[in-house]
C-alpha cells in the first residue's frame, strides 16, 4: 500500500481543522511538510480531496467519502498502539465526564482505581454532555460519563442508574409554600446551566409547553456558581442535581421548591464510540465504574449491566 500512516493522520487533522498552519503546529511539521502531504495523498488517490473556502481548506464529495472510510480505521490502529503499550493493570485511559459526574462523582472512582493499580494513569477531561459525546466521537476520549439521554448514532450507550434533579432557591419566602404549580413559577429569575448541560435539557423537556415563557435569568457554566447567586439573589431558583445541593439543602443555605405533578429524575449513561477498540484495561475500569456509579446512586449493580 502506498498511501502512508502519517498521510492518512495528517488529512484528518486538516478535515477537522481546516488550516495547515494549525496541523503543522499540532505535529512539530513545517506548513509546507503538511501541504506536500495532502498533495501526495491526492496524487496517489488521483483525485482532489479539499476545497479552498475563505482561507479554509473544506472537504469535497471525494474527500468526505474518504474520511468516513478511514476515520474508524486510525481510531483503532491508535488504540491497539496504545493495548500493545499496556497490559491488564497498567497504562493509560482518557475519561470524560459532563460538569455533575465531574464534580460530584467520578473524582473518588478514578482515585480508587489508580490506589488499587498504580501503574494504570487516568486522565479526566470535563464538559457539558454535548461537548463529552463530541469528545467520544471525536476518539479524544476512551470512555465518556454524561447526564441525560443523547443523540450519538456512533456511540453505545450504557445507563448508569438515576440521578434526582430538584427545583431549589436561598428564598426561604419563596420556600415558605409546600407546593407550587411550575406556571405560577415562571417569571420569577431562572438561574440555570448552560447549553449543551444535561441538566438543563432535560429540566427543559420535562416543562415541555412551559419552557418558552420561562425566565431564563443567567446561564452558567458551573452549579457552584448557581449555588452562590441563589443564596445573594431574592427570588431566584434553578433546577440542579441533588448530589450537588445535598449539604446546602441539610445545613438551610438552600431550600428545595416542591412542584406539583413533577419529576425531574434522569439518568446517568457510560459513553463509547462504537468502533472502539476495547482493551482489557478499558474492559476492567469500564465494569468497576459502572459497579461504583450503581453503589452510589443506589442501583443494583445488575441493572446496569
Known amino acids: 500500500m502506498r498511501i502512508t500512516l502519517r498521510q492518512m493522520e495528517l488529512f484528518l487533522e486538516v478535515a477537522k481543522m481546516g488550516h495547515l498552519t494549525q496541523v503543522a ?7 509546507s511538510a503538511v501541504s506536500m502531504s495532502l498533495k501526495e495523498l491526492e496524487s496517489i488517490l488521483g483525485c482532489k480531496l479539499f476545497e479552498r473556502v475563505q482561507k479554509k481548506l473544506v472537504l469535497n464529495e471525494k474527500g468526505r467519502i474518504f474520511f468516513t472510510e478511514i476515520e474508524p480505521l486510525i481510531y483503532k490502529l491508535r488504540d491497539i498502539e496504545r493495548e500493545f503499550m499496556t497490559s491488564e493493570n497498567k497504562g493509560q485511559l482518557i475519561v ?6 465531574a464534580d460530584y462523582i467520578l473524582p473518588n472512582i478514578v482515585c480508587e482505581y489508580m490506589e488499587q493499580y498504580p501503574e494504570v494513569k487516568i486522565s479526566l477531561k470535563i464538559g457539558n454532555t454535548a461537548e463529552i459525546r463530541e469528545m467520544v466521537e471525536g476518539g479524544d476520549i476512551d470512555i465518556g460519563y454524561i447526564e441525560g439521554e443523547i443523540i450519538c448514532p456512533n ?5 448508569l442508574g438515576k440521578d434526582e434533579l430538584v427545583v431549589v432557591t436561598g428564598d426561604k419566602e419563596l420556600a415558605a409554600k409546600k407546593e407550587h404549580f411550575i406556571d405560577t413559577l415562571l417569571q420569577y429569575k431562572w438561574v440555570l446551566r448552560e447549553e449543551g448541560s444535561g441538566t438543563k435539557s432535560e429540566f427543559i423537556k420535562k416543562i415541555g409547553k412551559f419552557a418558552s415563557e420561562l425566565n431564563i435569568y443567567l446561564e452558567l457554566r458551573h452549579t457552584e456558581a448557581i449555588i452562590n447567586v441563589l443564596k445573594e439573589v431574592p427570588q431566584s431558583l434553578s433546577c440542579v442535581s441533588k ?9 438551610g443555605e438552600l431550600y428545595e ?8 429524575s434522569r439518568d446517568f449513561y457510560q459513553i463509547v ?4 477498540y476495547q482493551s482489557e484495561l478499558f474492559k476492567k475500569f469500564s465494569l468497576y465504574a459502572r459497579s461504583r456509579f450503581a453503589a452510589k446512586l443506589g442501583e443494583s449493580y445488575e441493572k446496569s449491566l
Do not use: H, M, W
Open 25 to 31: 503546529k499540532k505535529y512539530g511539521l513545517s506548513q
Open 96 to 101: 470524560g465526564a459532563s460538569t455533575t459526574i
Open 155 to 159: 456511540c453505545n450507550t450504557t445507563p
Open 243 to 251: 448530589l450537588a445541593v445535598k449539604d446546602r439543602l441539610e445545613s
Open 257 to 264: 421548591i416542591s412542584i406539583k405533578g413533577y419529576d425531574f
Open 273 to 276: 464510540y462504537k468502533n472502539k
